[in-house]
């Protein structure tokens, strides 16, 4: 049964729609990541959840009970935001206890608490020091200590590392990995990162423009993206994909792909389509019956592996390889079962290279 149900959820700012009609249902104890651009709506819909924003069609169910007009205060929701907005005038101590100060609970039991996350998060050499005396990724950690001693039917986190450094960002995304399957919590997690995405998430939802694209595990939609955008969206760097046009349509089934002639299974081609490969299924050396020169433009080094970036008669193509390249060309093989087709449509073709 679903934790957490939206039902034709919208929700417009004047003529701007930023919602439109999302329905989706998750699980208990689930990592649930909303994934898209900035401006598609993922922060408006954290909000809703919240009772920060107003809700103008549709429901939200939490636990089986409509929320919608259920005050922020009595959903036993905590949020995390991207800016921990911590009290300064307040130690450690006293921002992770402060929410606790309005429920009816003991002195001694609000030390405990505070004790106890203090512990999970590794911040209980801290609890005496001041915001300002503490580095981003301790002041994340205690904004989400706030969020966690609250004991929350729901976390819902707005892109909470975003303003943190590189390696701090990938420590607390191990954090923040570790505490969900600890407390096996039910955490909703905006970003627009899709590295966060697929390392925390157990569903991830793909937004754009207020739509779902996809919904799906990390894996799922990583190895079965539903349309063009998804396929960009999620890899890094982003798949190749390049059009078709009919005059490299040779017959029904056949099309010409870098000039062989490639046979496709339950097709009929007779509109232009798309094909995609992701940099990193691209081979350098193993040999396959789909293959071609790449002028080389650039070769970005990133130690254990290379970028490279060619270019197909002026189209960008990337490459990823451990291979050191020396060379202004190259060839690169595709093997055929990692060739993603799209229709005219950008929607993805469940097709097989025979
Ligand atoms: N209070 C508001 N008033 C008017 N427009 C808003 C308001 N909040 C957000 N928007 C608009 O709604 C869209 C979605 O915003 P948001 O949910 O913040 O996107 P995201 O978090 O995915 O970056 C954007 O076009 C934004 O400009
Ligand atoms: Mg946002």
């Given amino acids: 049964m679903a934790f957490l149900e939206f039902i034709d959820i919208e929700k417009s700012y004047d003529s701007n729609t930023v919602i439109r009609k999302f329905n989706l249902m998750v699980e208990k104890g689930k990592l649930l990541v909303l994934l898209g651009p900035s401006g598609c709506g993922k922060s408006t819909l954290l909000r809703m959840i919240a009772g920060l924003e107003k809700i103008d069609n549709g429901k939200i169910l939490l636990d089986n009970k409509l929320i919608n007009d259920l005050l922020p205060s009595k959903r036993k929701i905590s949020m995390v935001f991207q800016s921990y907005a911590l009290y300064p005038h307040m130690n450690v101590y006293q921002n992770i206890s402060f929410g606790l100060l309005t ?7 609000i030390k405990k608490k505070v004790t106890e996350v203090s512990k999970i998060l590794k911040i209980e050499d801290l609890l005496d020091r001041k915001p300002v005396q503490l580095s981003g990724g301790q002041r994340q950690r205690v904004a989400i200590g706030r969020a966690i ?11 909470p590392l975003s303003n943190l450094d590189a390696a701090l ?5 191990v954090e923040i990995s570790k505490l969900h399957k600890k407390l096996k919590s039910n955490i909703i997690y905006v970003t627009h990162d899709q ?4 390392t925390l998430a157990d569903k991830i939802v793909i937004m754009n423009k207020g739509n779902i ?9 990583y190895n079965n993206p539903q349309n063009i955008f998804v396929a960009e969206f999620i890899g890094n760097p982003k798949m190749n994909i390049l059009k078709v046009s009919s005059s490299d349509i040779i017959d029904r089934n056949t099309i010409k792909l870098f000039g062989i002639k490639t046979r496709f299974e339950n097709i009929e081609f007779n509109n232009d389509i798309y094909i995609g490969f992701r940099p990193e299924d691209v081979s350098l050396d193993k040999k396959s019956e789909i293959f071609t020169k790449l002028n080389i433009d650039l070769v970005e080094n990133l130690g254990s592996e290379k970028i490279i970036y060619g270019n197909l008669n002026g189209k960008e193509i990337r490459v990823k390889s451990t291979k050191n390249i020396t060379d202004k060309n190259i060839t690169i093989y595709l093997p055929k ?5 799209f ?12």
């Fill in 213 to 221: 694209e996809q919904y799906g595990s990390p894996d799922e939609i």
């Fill in 195 to 198: 590295v966060e995405a697929m």
């Fill in 103 to 109: 429920e009816k609970i003991s002195k001694s039991e």
């Fill in 169 to 173: 960002r990938s420590e607390m995304r």
């Fill in 337 to 341: 079962n990692k060739i993603y087709l």
């Fill in 149 to 159: 001693t609250r004991n929350p039917k729901l976390f819902l986190f707005d892109e």
């Fill in 343 to 354: 229709d005219e449509n950008k929607n993805r073709l469940d097709i097989r290279i025979v």
